[in-house]
């Protein structure tokens, strides 16, 4: 089968997208399958073909985070998607290179898939000057709602997608699929000794010390905030339990000042910027993952640690409560309190208690190998080729 995946960002980026295209094309083409990768490119001055993604010429974008955004409408795009022949086209962003694959499908008479990765409600401030928020939320709301229409299949990675389809009016069904986790990576391991004593020597943590982890955009809609005002009233220095804040974005330095003020950066620390293929490292520091975000369909970067083995803690969150489960293979809070109990509970499980939820953590993490994503995927591909089969059939 050939397959064209779109979306608009895929070269030099790191998030939950890029990841999930990225894992999905490997699992794809692990099975035999070719894949074309349609994406943008800020610094591309003309359409070209290399190592199975297509290039698209855009303009960079500075309000989400210099990325570029291509337009909708190019014959050259075009000509190289046609001479591709995909079976299927599978767009993953709403933007300029995933209104060109919905373009491309009706034009090529293919089937389309098409999957929703974010929950723009609380994302409309990255591209929308905040007088306008009500207005683009509105017109956004009416244009998902056109691309949800003209697919032939809906996925989304957690219900929370379904539920927002739903509440768009969009009455099709909704195929729940998990992000993918690149398992080759991130593998069940220990940090090499020597690095982890130069790390804690280097923010000064006691070789005791319980480390915990956040990994992702430090945008205001994954409430990082949350997590360092929880940590204030809840963490006490004694309790020698620290924080990691890894990754950047446009909040960061809202949340070092508010790390500053709440008297926390001496077990709160700010990592920065890693890349993709070091942050296993950082995850087998840690004992356990911790999230206070509310927005994220599926987290990826939680996904990968719990790869590694870390339960989770996460604040409790009603559409995806089925994620952790509370006492398995991690714990859910909903107050600061709650947090800081979860957290000492963690820190004084005896080895056995450990291993075995580390062991839950692990067997559940099967389901999100990338080989088993991408086959649940093309069983949507192969509906939809069977469906649309059958119309042509009838049309005739």
Known sequence: ???????EMYLNAINGVV????????????????VLIVTADASAGYHYLKDGVLHCPALRVRRIYGYG????????????????????????????VGLSGLAAAKLLRKPLVYTLHTMYDNYIYYISPRPFIRAATYFSHKYLKLLAKSANALIGPS????????????????????????????????????????????????????????????GSEKNVDT????????????????LLIIGDGPALPDLQNLARQCGVT????????????????????????????LTDTDSISLLEG????????????????????????????????????????????TTDAY???????????????????????????????FDSGRKRKRAK
């Open 69 to 96: 955004a291509a337009l909708p409408i190019s014959s050259q795009r075009l000509a190289l998607i046609r001479s591709f022949d995909p079976d299927i086209i599978h767009i993953h962003t709403e933007m300029g």
């Open 266 to 293: 001496d077990r709160v620390i700010f990592v920065g910027k890693v890349e993709h293929e070091k942050l296993p490292f950082y995850y087998r520091l840690c004992k356990a993952y911790i999230t206070a975000s």
């Open 1 to 7: 089968m050939r397959i064209a995946l779109f979306t």
């Open 227 to 242: 997590l360092i005002r929880f940590w204030q009233e809840a963490v006490r220095p004694e309790d020698d339990i620290c």
């Open 19 to 34: 990841t999930h295209v990225r894992a999905l094309a490997r699992g794809l083409r692990s099975m035999g399958h070719e």
């Open 355 to 385: 291993t075995r939820m580390r062991d839950i953590v692990l067997g559940a993490a099967d389901e999100v190998r990338a080989d088993n994503v991408a086959a649940n995927v093309l069983r949507i591909y192969q509906q939809c080729l």
């Open 306 to 349: 719990m790869a590694t083995g870390l339960p989770a803690l996460q604040l409790y969150d009603q559409l995806n409560e089925d994620r952790v489960r509370d006492g398995e293979n991690g714990f859910v809070f909903k107050t600061a309190a709650e947090m800081g109990e979860k957290l000492r509970l963690v820190r004084d499980m």
């Open 159 to 218: 219900r929370k997608c379904e539920e927002f389809f739903h509440t768009l009016g969009v009455e099709k069904a909704v195929t729940v699929i998990r992000n993918p986790v690149e398992m080759e990576i991130f593998t069940p391991l220990a940090a090499p000794a020597e690095e982890e004593r130069a790390f804690r020597t280097a923010h000064t943590l006691t070789p005791s010390a319980m480390l915990t982890c956040f990994v992702g955009r430090l």
